[in-house]
């Protein structure tokens, strides 16, 4: 299966002058998560690369949606600018939203950047809150952000 076959579907990256705009799918929230998790990883290199040998897990917490975004993507990054993690697998779990916050549990598998194996596509700086979108319809969940580049 063709990297473009594999990420068919669960994002698009969408026209910006200067940094990377993503929008990703998914029928629930959870998976639209895991896909936002996978388009970045995808921005920095190929991911269908990323050996599966190493599970890591996260919990994230935030007073809204968008923070929650926010703070997962960054948890990513984080874990990748201090260890050198890349990852292409993820699974939300626990997911949790009451009036006071929103939060869930998710484990990544991924493996050490390694350059000779990972081609290097764009550095991520950072996530960002400029012109984040979270959409949810009746059949389906709908994130827009966009990354620093």
Known sequence: ????????????????????????????MEEAYENAALALFETMTNSAKIA???????????????????????A??????????LYSKFQISDWHETSENFKFTAKAWGEKFNPKKHPQKVGVKAIT?????????????????????
């Open 1 to 28: 299966m063709s990297n473009s076959d594999r990420v068919a579907g669960k994002f698009e990256f969408l026209e910006h002058t200067a940094d990377v705009y993503i929008r990703t799918y998914g029928t629930q």
């Open 52 to 74: 599966q040998t190493q599970e890591d897990t996260f919990e994230v917490e935030a007073e809204d949606q968008y923070a929650l975004l926010y703070n997962w993507l960054e």
């Open 76 to 85: 990513l990054l984080v874990k990748f600018e201090t260890e050198g993690m």
């Open 129 to 149: 809150y400029h012109l984040m979108v979270i959409i949810r319809e009746p059949e389906r969940v709908v994130l827009e952000f966009i990354l620093d580049i």
